[in-house]
Structures are given as structure tokens and as C-alpha cells.
């Protein structure tokens, strides 16, 4: 038998289940616990065939069982699964604060910079549009829910230029939601193991086009709240229905909102579904209860999504909003066998570390303790993680941040190994001891100069955003009562000259590219021809043709240059050369 003392007021409830109490085998040397002290109390529980004995002493005067646990810092009492209901304040802000300046200064260098992706640039515009009084899928289409343009339109709100005020905005969610995958760690790991999980989403978020506003870099975070609580309702292994069905809400409420900042959210909040659904079988073994409460959560997931569409309806738009959010998509041809092939290439080669971690993690022994829960919460992570997988795989084209959502469940996963003894690199002998560089610095060396490696690669390829004011420069006072036109271009544009649009599809790729010839729900020709009938003062496009172009789209454009248009601007951005044509006077 086994035998360890943990002191607590003669009063107190144990802060820990007592079949968790194999935590109690770490013994310590301090001379204020006494470890055969007659008054104490004594609970015993086993597992397997070790049987422990949990000494609970008086504390000292002045000294609370909270601040005792704190001092210790024992790993499996703090950090156990499930295992610290009430976690102290001031370390979370403490750990909130080292999330936060990892976060700025992986991000900061960016700040100002207009081009960081043609996505961002658009869901800006879109955000200023609608307080305008555009309406998405009517006024300017996209494919993407509303609830992102939402997002966009209220950090607009926030006045200033609107793009280091995105960029801020994205920085802070970033750090949130490191914030919830370092209290998801500290489930299945230490508390040093879960924040460093943390530190390696907001690194390698840098690495998967995350480093401005993408969409994920917004909704992992309500994905991260989701698995968070839904592991929190998981651990009560006999909860209240009651209680059951408020935190399926929750949970479902989350997915539910992340799905109307994408839709790729779809198939992690299947899992979370699945997931509670077992949880209310345990409750209450018949199916028709689980099928209420199961059927609930459903409708629940699907209120936002809902609610948007019944709102469009009511404006007369249904039609628009379910052909964008639903219909679009599929008209969309699919990408080469080749090119999948080679950006999931890229996708295996930047996220190894972590893979190989999370190997290491399932074949070691790196979880806290031996307790149900811990089996528990290590399988939750890892079934989350498939399903996270499996959504990437299935929507296909494997853009570099459409792995941004597997990094939430990807990086909770290996924060056990993150912190625990003996991982690392050894440096030097100090006094008898090895002193190891933890694996989070080891693994974060790399990443960062991968990343930085990475902006530069950007900067050279789509410039830092000086030569797009130049060019904004130019056109604005050539505009006068017309709106530009930015065929093939950054669309960042009709927003840094305050431009009126030709067309609803002011995202340049739905005129421009192959991919979207036909698929916005108008004939893509025509649609090109309808503006140049409207004599666009200004044209901006760029020298060469860009890869997989619409060559019909594209001829149609050059021809009334050629015809109607003067150059007189001609900036070099990247590796290509962006050109300003301003309308003859008699044409």
C-alpha cells in the first residue's frame, strides 16, 4: 500500500474525486506535512491492484487548501483531468498574458499591411459595404455565411482605417482561442504543457495563412469554447438531465455559430452531437430521451444558420442566400488530382512536428495519472482530432487555411508530452543536474523561422502594400461619378479609393478565374460585359495573365482596353506587374 499526505482544513470536502486520489503517491519532503500524524483522516480508494491512502492534515494558520495545491504544483493535482474544478484566478490572467505577447509578437510585424491575403481584403470590404447598406449575396456576393461578414462589419465600427484594426481583432481571437486549447491541455497534461500547446497553435497558425483574418482564425474559437465545455459535461459521470441538456445547448450553440462563419464547421459539430448523444445514453439508457434531447440539439445548432435565412426570406432574398450559402459551391469544377496532391503535400510537411508528436503521445506515457477520466479526456481529444481530419479531407481543394480548424484539436493533443519531464533538448550539467531546454522552444525555433521565411515569401509575391496606395493613389481622382473596375487585382482597392461597384461580384477571382466561370449564379461573360457597358473610368488589372485564367473573360477585358483605355500607371508588385487604364475622353 501506498501512502501520501495532501493538507486540508479539518472542514473542507476534498477539492478532487477520492478515486483520483492516486494522485496522493506524490510525496513530498516539506516538514510542515506529516505523513503518520495520528489526527489525521484517512481515505482509502484503489485501482488495480494498488491500494491509496489519501492523509488529509489541519494547514498551517492563515493557509487555505487552494493556496497549499498552488505552492506544490503538483501536476497530477492541478492538472489531473477534470481534476481542478476551481482553477485560481490569477494564474489564468497570468497565463492569458504570456498567450497574449506570444501572440503580438508573432503577428505584430504584419500590421498595416494591406495584402496579407486576398481573402482578408475582401471580407473587409464586404464589412464596410454592408454599413453602407449593402446586402451580401445581393448587393456583393460572396459564398461565405454572414455571421463572418458580421464580424467584419463591427470591427468597422471601431472606426480607423479598419485594417490594423482587423488585424488587432484577429490577434485577440488568435490569443483566445490558445487560451482555451491551453485549459484543454491542462486536462489530459500539466499546466506547462497546456499553455505551451497553446504557444504551438499561434505558431503554426503563422504557417497555415493565418497570420491576418481568415475565417478560422474567428471561429476556432467558438469550436475550442465547444470542445471545452462538452469535455467539462463529460467528465460528470452521473449529471442531472437538467444539466446535461443546458450544456448540450451550449455546446451546440457554439458549433452552431462557427458554422456561420464557415460551414466547415459541420462535421466537428457532428462529433460534438455524437459525443453528447452518448452522454445521455449514459443518463438515461432509452433511446426516446437521447432522441428528445438529441433532436433539441440539432435545432439548436442550426438557429443561427436559420435565423440568418429567415431573415433574407423576410427581405425577399431567399432565393439568393440559399443559392450563395448552399447551391454555389457545387457548381464549382474541381481542382487537379496534381495540385490537391501537392498542397496536402505542403499541408503534411509544415504540421509533422505535430503529428509526430501526437504519435509520441499515444504510444507514451505522458497523461496524468491512471484515471478513467484521463482515458477519457485523451480519447475525446483524439476522436475531435479525426473529425476535424476528416472535414478537411472531404471539402476537398486543401488551401494552406483550410487545415487552420485541425490545428485546434491538433495542438490540444500534444500537451502532455509538451510538459512533461524529460522531454526536450539537454544542454549543459549544472550542479549535478541536466538542465533541458523544454520542447515547446525546440519545436517553436523552427516554426518561427519557417514563418519568417514564410512572410517573406509573401512580401516578394504579393508586396507590403505601398504599391497598392500608389495605385489607390492614382485612380481616386480619375473615378469621378464612374467606379472603378478591379478585374484582376487586389480588391482592397474599391475600398481604399471609397469606389461604388459595377457588379455585386467585386471579389476579382468570380470574373477572372477558371474556378468561378459560371458558378456565382450569372453567366460569367455576360456579367463582364454588362460592366465594361458601363464605362468604368478606371480599369485596373495586371500585365500578364494570371494562372488558370478565364481566357474568355480575359480577352473580352483586353479588347475594350485596347480599344477605349490608356495606361497610366504601371506598378510591380511581387511577381507580376499590376496596371492602371484610365477611359479615353471620346469613347
Known sequence: MRSASVMASANDELPWPVREANVATQRT?????????????????????????????????????SD????????????????????????????????????????????????????????????DRMLQGDLPYVDIWDRKPIGLFLIYAAIRLLGGGGIVEYQIVATLFATAT??????????????????????????????????????????????????????????????????????????????GSAMQVKYTALFEGIFFGLVLMWAAWRVFRRPAPVLTLAAAWVAIA????ALAWAVYAWLGHSDAFFFANFLSIFDRPPSPTRDLMSRLGLMAMYSAPLWLCVIAVMRGR??????????????????????????????????????????VPLTAAIAPLMGAPGTGMNLFVLNGRQV?????????????????????????????????????????????????????????????????LNSPYAFPPHLSSVWEDDATGVNTLEEVGRILARKPPVIVTSAEIENEP????????????????????????GYRTRVVYERLPRS
Request: hydrophobic share 45%; glycine share 8%.
Open 29 to 65: 519532503a516539506r516538514p510542515d506535512i506529516h505523513h503518520d500524524n495520528p489526527s489525521a483522516s484517512k481515505c482509502q480508494t484503489s485501482k488495480g491492484r494498488t491500494n491509496y491512502v489519501l492523509h488529509v492534515a489541519p494547514p498551517p494558520a492563515g493557509h487555505s487548501m
Open 68 to 127: 497549499i495545491l498552488a505552492r506544490q504544483q503538483s501536476t497530477r493535482v492541478e492538472t489531473g483531468p477534470f481534476a481542478t474544478p476551481y482553477p485560481r484566478t490569477d494564474r489564468m490572467v497570468f497565463q492569458l498574458g504570456i498567450l497574449l505577447l506570444v501572440a503580438f509578437l508573432l503577428r505584430v510585424w504584419q500590421f498595416g499591411n494591406p495584402v496579407l491575403h486576398v481573402d482578408d481584403q475582401f471580407y473587409l470590404l464586404m464589412g
Open 178 to 255: 490558445a487560451f482555451v486549447i491551453a485549459r484543454i491541455g491542462m486536462r489530459i497534461g500539466s499546466t506547462f504543457g497546456g499553455v505551451s500547446a497553446g504557444i504551438a497553435y499561434l505558431c503554426w497558425l503563422m504557417l497555415f495563412g493565418g497570420d491576418g483574418g481568415q475565417s478560422p482564425v474567428f471561429y476556432n474559437l467558438f469550436m475550442a469554447a465547444a470542445a471545452l465545455k462538452a469535455m467539462t459535461a463529460l467528465a460528470e459521470t452521473s449529471p442531472a438531465p437538467r444539466d446535461l441538456a443546458k450544456d448540450g445547448a451550449v455546446v451546440m450553440l457554439l458549433a
Open 302 to 305: 442550426l438557429a443561427p444558420t
Open 366 to 407: 505522458f497523461y496524468s495519472g491512471a484515471t478513467l477520466p484521463t482515458a477519457g479526456a485523451r480519447t475525446f481529444v483524439l476522436a475531435w482530432l479525426a473529425a476535424a481530419t476528416l472535414g478537411l479531407l472531404i471539402f476537398g481543394t486543401y488551401y494552406d487555411h483550410y487545415f487552420l480548424p485541425v490545428l
Open 436 to 500: 533541458t531546454t523544454p520542447l515547446i522552444i525546440v519545436m517553436a525555433i523552427p516554426a518561427l523561422i519557417m514563418t519568417k521565411i514564410q512572410i517573406y515569401d509573401n512580401i516578394k509575391s504579393r508586396g507590403d502594400g505601398s504599391g497598392i496606395d500608389r495605385i489607390a493613389e492614382v485612380a481616386a481622382p480619375r473615378l469621378g461619378d464612374g467606379c472603378l473596375f478591379v478585374f484582376d487585382n487586389e480588391p482592397i482597392l474599391y475600398y481604399k479609393t471609397n469606389s461604388c
Open 550 to 573: 478565364n481566357l474568355s473573360t480575359w480577352r473580352l477585358v483586353r479588347s475594350a482596353i485596347a480599344r477605349d483605355y490608356r495606361l497610366i500607371h504601371s506598378e510591380p508588385i
